[in-house]
């Protein structure tokens, strides 16, 4: 089955690795047609395990190769395609749309962060297929009331994020 691991904190905040080595750490692990896209831990790969079983395969293999503590979130390629069908917002040249993915249940604790958030002009967030969306205007991300949220050490296990342009880009390289 093909997957898309969604690598949490890659190249920000001092955790910097290079793609070719991503993938080398995922290919050591066993996982097959391991490729990327762009260098924000977005890494493509084949494997007949479980997402539950590869979760904790491949964050212990990148925490030991990179000594620091991986968080990554795997989604099939069906569900990587739902994810950008699902927007519940359209696209616009002034604003952003990120989608989170998680743990289960973590769209609701973003939902209840954001409705008790300010909100800037033309942010908004909805839940679709228990994935949280969220869309705000372009060069608000990290001055807007919740994207200071989103850094918090408590949600570091339970999301990440990207942009819906970069989701786009992964649904073409399947």
């Not at 990148?62 to 390629?77: D, G, P, Q, R």
């Not at 359209?90 to 952003?96: L, P, T």
């Amino acid at each position: 089955m093909k997957f898309c691991a969604f690598l949490r904190g890659v190249n920000v905040n001092g955790t910097f690795m290079k793609m070719v080595d991503v993938c080398k750490v995922f290919s050591d692990a066993g996982m097959k047609e391991v490729s990327s896209v762009l260098a924000s831990g977005n890494i493509f790969f084949s494997s007949e395990k479980l997402s539950s079983e590869l979760k904790i395969i491949l964050e212990k293999a990148m925490s030991e190769y990179f000594n620091y503590e991986a968080f990554l979130f795997i989604k099939t390629e069906k569900e990587v395609k739902a994810i950008f069908e699902n927007s519940p917002f359209q696209k616009s040249d002034d604003a952003h749309i990120y989608a989170f993915v998680g743990t289960e249940n973590s769209e609701k604790i973003l939902l209840e962060e954001f409705n008790r958030s300010q909100k800037a002009e033309n942010e908004n967030a909805q839940i679709v297929e228990n994935i949280f969306y969220w869309q705000v205007s372009k060069g608000n991300t990290l001055d807007s009331a919740f994207g200071k949220i989103l850094g918090k050490k408590s949600l570091k296990d339970q999301i990440t994020s990207r942009n819906l342009n970069t989701i786009e880009k992964i649904v073409k390289k399947f």
